[in-house]
């Protein structure tokens, strides 16, 4: 069966698509949808939100109307959502299935984008590839993109991508979906390649730049996965095991809320052949901790 192309997305609305009500832009890769999905705007009032309640009701109860509701606190466009629904200032950045608010993370993914801070190391000059919504529920750190990520400016989209979804037994379009999983690796850019070959290590300048501003546009990540050992340094510091093999075996004192892997590319087979406890205990464990942290009663 031929696979469904991958959505296009970099986790601002896509160049093209089409634009809807003033600063509410409908990526190009979703279906069409009728008026009232769009919101309508009466000068001098706050900007309020149609959504097809009942039908949202149905599929995903109280919680899920109470979820769509709680658009842009901090939005310039100055969404609303009901008061006293609950949810935090942070909480209610925004959430709009189907929709993408422009809000403070859209706007620093803008910045990123342009970022040049370390254009003379990297061989193929800057692309930064990095996808993040507030509404995430799942975090992968994973290391930098290879030569094919950076030509298609897509995350993941390689055999260690592969090997990682077969790992979390998600498919492209959960994956894919910016609203589910944010990816943001230690280094944005291709940093190249080593003389005695394989890809270089992540731009150590990266993750101190950028990382703690956009994790704190994440308020409702459930579940961090850190693929490899430069991630796994970065947020286990002391905690990590002294070797990464170690820190694998060592989930449980990480877990629910972490989860260490070894970095998925052809590398890691042999990791995972010598030590079977990590087909029979780790994979089991995460599937089941990203089924919870996607589950919309998980709150
Ligand atoms: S690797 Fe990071 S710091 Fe370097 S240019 Fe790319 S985005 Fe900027």
Redesign the pocket.
Known sequence: MQEAPIPSFDGVPAEGGEEGYAGVRRPAHLPGRNRHDRGRHVQGRPRVFRLRLPAVARSEGLRGIARRMSIGGHSPVRSVTRDGDGNSPRRRQHTLQGFSVIGPLDTLLRE??T?????A??PLG???V?VARPAARILVIGQ?PGTRVHETGIPWNDRSGDRLRDWMALDRHRFYNPDLVALVPM???Y?GRLPRGGDAP??P???P??HDRILAGLPDIRLTILAGAYAQARYLGPRRARTLTDTVRNWREHAPRVMPLPHPSWRSTGLTRRNPWFETEVLPALRKLVETALDPLSD
């Open positions: 990123v984008r970022c040049r801070h370390c254009a190391s990297l800057p692309r930064p990095v930098a280094g944005f850019c940093p992540p731009r300048e990266c993750a730049l950028w």
